[in-house]
T-cell receptor, first 114, second 115 residues
Framework: AQSVTQLGSHVSVSEGALVLLRCNYS??????LFWYVQYPNQGLQLLLK??????LVKGINGFEAEFKKSETSFHLTKPSAHMSDAAEYFC????????????FGAGTILRVKS | EAGVAQSPRYKIIEKRQSVAFWCNPI?????LYWYQQILGQGPKLLIQ????????DSQLPKDRFSAERLKGVDSTLKIQPAKLEDSAVYLC?????????????FGPGTRLTVL
């Protein structure tokens, strides 16, 4: 079975500071990995995904994530936080062997201070 | 292109009442998903359709929840009777195919409050 752990339900950074949101997965085989963002009263929007190939994945809005198989991690980073980045972020995994469905972590709320 | 549409956006009912949610996926998307998102948790898949057939409903509480996808396009999710623990946001998503690498596109959700 697959599971996703997001360390820190709340993260607070200053505007312009580095954003680091942590995600670790548990799977018997390396899964496909996703980061979604959810703004208040809106649905989830895909930020980026890793399927195969280059382990450093670039997404929208300046975010990127690196797949590290040895650490079973897929942490999300952004060099400089902007006020508009304040939202809830979800890490998710999927794998064909598990029916292609997305399994989500509990989410991390990012707060950006001015 | 138009996104995933859901209605209503908000619904308040009393326990033991019934409620229905509607979803219209992105045009041409074969796969449709219903998720339940309880406050403080990530979305949990309830049911997945491929065209108008059910692919996965293993986490759907079938004694009270039902869903259908008419003609492989629109879908409705029904709860009857509702319980307090059904209070959540119900998200609909769609994807073009049924691959584990596919991007799922989410609607804005329906926030259900059961009193």
């Amino acid at each position: 079975a697959q599971s996703v752990t997001q360390l820190g339900s709340h993260v607070s950074v200053s505007e312009g500071a580095l954003v680091l949101l942590r995600c670790n997965y548990s799977s018997s085989v390396p899964p496909y990995l996703f980061w979604y963002v959810q703004y208040p009263n809106q649905g989830l929007q895909l930020l980026l995904k890793y399927t195969t190939g280059a382990t450093l994945v670039k997404g929208i809005n300046g975010f990127e994530a690196e797949f590290k198989k040895s650490e079973t991690s897929f942490h999300l980073t952004k060099p400089s936080a902007h006020m508009s980045d304040a939202a809830e972020y979800f890490c998710a995994v999927s794998r064909m062997e598990y029916g292609n469905k997305l399994v989500f972590g509990a989410g991390t709320i990012l707060r950006v201070k001015s | 292109e138009a996104g995933v549409a859901q209605s209503p956006r908000y619904k308040i009912i009393e326990k033991r009442q019934s409620v229905a949610f509607w979803c219209n996926p992105i045009s041409g998307h074969a796969t449709l998903y219903w998720y339940q998102q309880i406050l403080g948790q990530g979305p949990k898949l309830l049911i997945q359709f491929q065209n108008n057939g059910v692919v996965d409903d293993s986490q759907l509480p079938k004694d009270r929840f039902s869903a259908e996808r008419l003609k492989g396009v629109d879908s409705t999710l029904k709860i009857q009777p509702a319980k307090l623990e059904d209070s959540a946001v119900y998200l609909c998503a769609s994807s073009a195919l049924d691959y584990s690498t596919d991007t799922q596109y989410f609607g804005p959700g329906t926030r259900l409050t059961v009193l």
